[in-house]
């Protein structure tokens, strides 16, 4: 199995330009988690899904975050416009049961300008 | 809510000699998970190790073992004859499934430098 995948590893864009993170899970795991990780907040949940099913997205900053899971291979995190305060690392994660933990993607950095 | 706290911001320690990495949490859930994940400077996120808090035996993953004091809420991880391999960040994290909320709470984190 190839892991956790996301792309791109290092995104550079300017502020008010829309991203978009992307993340392949591993196969039959059920959960896909997105965080974010920066130096002042240390590792934040942003959102998880359950089946493709946004179960908890109180982490998301503000409406200028968005993600979706079109289906079980698939997910994206949005930011739209960013801002310089976007700035971090952004993990995706995947597992069959969290209780086992997970298997984390080798994350996005994120630099707006 | 859970909490989980790591006092140690950074730690140094001789190759080959032991260290002791310190965790507590705070929760008032009795079944629940806790994890040490390791950051290398790579950035990836790699399970070390992980204990179930209904077991009173402590997990071992070769040379890295927990001490797990339930009634302390402490989870310590112990790395035996420490490498160079081992200089990383490590992140104490805590699930607790009977809430229904299946996500980790993380720590902020301590950075181990082992010095050759």
């Known amino acids: 199995d190839a892991g956790v995948i996301q792309s791109p590893r290092h995104e550079v864009t300017e502020m008010g330009q829309e991203v978009t993170l992307r993340c392949k899970p591993i196969?039959?795991?059920?959960?896909l988690f997105w965080y974010r990780q920066t130096m002042m907040r240390g590792l934040e949940l942003l959102i998880y899904?359950?089946?493709?099913?946004?179960?908890?997205d109180s982490g998301m900053p503000e409406d200028r975050f968005s993600a979706k899971m079109p289906n079980a291979s698939f997910s994206t995190l949005k930011i739209q416009p960013s801002e310089p305060r976007d700035s971090a690392v952004y993990f995706c994660?995947?597992?069959?049961?969290?209780?086992?933990?997970?298997?984390f993607g080798s994350g996005t950095r994120l630099t707006v300008v | 809510a859970q909490t989980v706290t790591q006092s140690q911001p950074e730690m140094s320690v001789q190759e080959a000699e032991t260290v002791t990495l310190s965790c507590t949490y705070d929760t008032s859930e009795n079944n629940y998970y806790l994890f040490w994940y390791k950051q290398p400077p790579s950035r990836q996120m790699i399970l070390v190790i992980r204990?179930?808090?209904?077991?009173?035996q402590n997990a071992t993953e070769n040379r890295f073992s927990v001490n797990f004091q339930k009634a302390a809420k402490s989870f310590s991880l112990k790395i035996s004859d420490s490498q160079l391999g081992d200089t990383a960040m490590y992140f104490c994290?805590?699930?607790?499934?009977?809430?229904?909320?299946?996500?980790?709470?993380f720590g902020s984190g301590t950075r181990l430098q082992v010095q050759p």
């Open positions: 899904f359950n089946n493709n099913v946004p179960i908890d």
């Open positions: 196969s039959g795991h059920d959960y």
């Open positions: 204990q179930e808090a209904y077991k009173q």
């Open positions: 994660a995947s597992s069959l049961r969290p209780q086992e933990g997970y298997t």
């Open positions: 994290a805590f699930t607790a499934p009977d809430t229904g909320r299946r996500a980790l709470t």
